[in-house]
């Protein structure tokens, strides 16, 4: 089992920035790569991105256009999110995922842990 606590997450201005953190305990060795869905009332879960563990390289959804960058600190076993030039659209809960497989990580189903989440929230 691997356990995941977010942070970061607040009520912000349109333009704004915010680090999201995600720290995993347990059986981190488990871990092949850590990600970050979020979702907004009444939509779907949406990708935001992923990161391998052992290399760190990062993968991003195709709406982050060059505003949020992903890293990872394997000596803390934390992942943190970089939220630059946030927009209203960016509103939604926040959740951070682990995947032990390398399929494919733009999925939710292919993450086998996650955590509780930590809302984000843009005025305009």
């Known amino acids: 089992q691997v356990q995941l606590v977010e942070s970061g997450g607040g009520l912000v201005q349109d333009g704004a920035s915010l680090r999201l953190s995600c720290i995993a305990s347990?059986?981190?060795?488990?871990?092949?790569?850590m990600g970050w869905f979020r979702q907004a009332p009444w939509k779907e879960r949406e990708f935001v991105a992923s990161?391998?563990?052992?290399?760190?390289?990062?993968y991003y959804g195709d709406f982050v256009k060059g505003r949020f960058t992903l890293a990872r600190d394997k000596a803390k076993n934390t992942m943190y999110l970089q939220m630059d030039s946030l927009k209203p659209e960016d509103t939604a809960v926040y959740s951070c995922a682990v995947s032990s497989s390398r399929w494919e990580l733009s999925l939710s189903k292919t993450y086998d842990y996650w955590g509780q989440g930590t809302q984000v929230t843009v005025s305009s």
């Open positions: 990161i391998t563990w052992a290399v760190g390289l990062p």
């Open positions: 347990g059986r981190t060795d488990l871990i092949y790569a």
